[in-house]
């Protein structure tokens, strides 16, 4: 008998219709950000949600609660940049007391990692991703309209003493922009145990039309000439790895457009104003908030079953589908 007493809820998985296991939450705290990334954000930035349309953190810990009760196990946390809201450091505390989150991470540009990270890690994070797609600091300013690289090497130091860890480094490709770097952010997994991740620039949102700078993770990756693949050992991964004989560090190959991996997806997206996504490139969003409202979880529970089952077999970019209208910083990647 599996209910009862002795009622384990790993036993619990939301399975969707292609068979898939979703045990993923990624959720977006805000769509501000303190940086302007010009593949991410128009010039005069866009218009924000609204203070009154974002939802709390007492919110998202219910929902979080909810969605351990329905299996999920793995949660991140993004923005924007999730380190601008205010209190995230008490979010994560919160997240972290809920039984049955097994990983708790979160995807930042770095730039106040330096000052937050031990509080971070003290507060329940077990690990960060890092955005940063240039080692260059003239082109990290311009890429992100002002941004300065130092703070983010100052960042991704301090989460390394933190524990914060294993560093993951996520480089957006882009051609004529950063495909010149590819052998310099390689280096860095010869010195550090790092991984360097390099993702296909994806059409999103009112920058869609950077995409004339796509270049394929494979293109990008034959200049990686003696770096060995390494073995996924049964872990369903979205990167390729590969390392240099002997190095502590390996480097990531993620192809969303060449060669997708949706046949793994394992996620659903919460969006700072309170919508599940059911993928990253569908315009299907499902609003809890009215299921908020209710002192009952039934609603609420009933919505994320709802948003598993109405999850798509895959993105369909390369059939032409019109990219997805909301934008990277309200979505969270
Ligand atoms: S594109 Fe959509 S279906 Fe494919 S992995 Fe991403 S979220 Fe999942």
Redesign the pocket.
């Known amino acids: 008998m599996i209910f009862g007493a002795a009622f384990d809820p790993s036993f619990i998985t939301m399975t969707d219709r292609f068979g898939r296991s979703i045990d993923y939450l990624r959720i977006s705290v805000t769509d501000r950000c303190n940086l302007r990334c010009k593949y991410c954000m128009p010039e005069d930035g866009v218009a924000d949600i609204g203070h009154k349309n974002i939802i709390g953190f007492e919110a998202i810990e219910r929902i979080v609660r909810v969605a351990v009760d329905l299996g999920f196990r793995k949660f991140r946390i993004t923005g924007g940049e999730p380190l601008v809201r205010r209190g995230v450091v008490g979010l994560v505390e919160r997240i972290a007391s809920v039984s049955g989150v097994d990983t708790l991470a979160m995807t930042s540009n770095g730039i106040l990692l330096s000052r937050m990270a031990a509080e971070l890690a003290a507060a329940g994070l077990d690990r960060v991703n890092i955005s940063l797609d240039t080692l260059q600091a003239e082109r990290y300013r311009d890429i992100t309209r002002g941004g300065e690289l130092s703070d983010v090497l100052a960042g991704i130091r301090a989460a390394e003493t933190a524990g914060l860890t294993p560093i993951r480094v996520n480089v957006v490709a882009v051609r004529g922009f950063n495909d010149d770097e590819v052998l310099d952010f390689a280096r860095l997994t010869r010195l550090y145990p790092w991984d360097v991740r390099f993702i296909e620039l994806m059409p999103i949102g009112d920058t869609a039309g950077f995409g004339s700078g796509y270049i394929s993770v494979d293109e990008l990756g034959a200049a990686l000439q003696g770096y060995e693949p390494v073995s996924p050992n049964g872990v369903k991964a979205v990167a390729r790895y590969y390392r240099y004989p002997g190095a502590p560090g390996r480097v990531g190959l993620i192809s969303?457009l060449s060669s997708?991996?949706?046949g793994d997806?394992n996620?659903l997206r919460l969006t700072a104003d309170g919508r599940l996504k059911t993928?990253?490139?569908s315009n299907r969003e499902i609003d809890v908030k009215p299921a908020l409202g209710s002192a009952d979880d039934a609603a609420l529970k009933a919505l994320l079953s709802e948003a598993v089952l109405a999850k798509?077999e895959?993105?369909l970019i390369n059939d032409g589908e019109a990219p997805v209208r909301r934008g990277m910083n309200k979505i969270g990647g």
């Open positions: 969303p997708h991996f949706c997806c996620k993928c990253l490139h798509e895959r993105h």
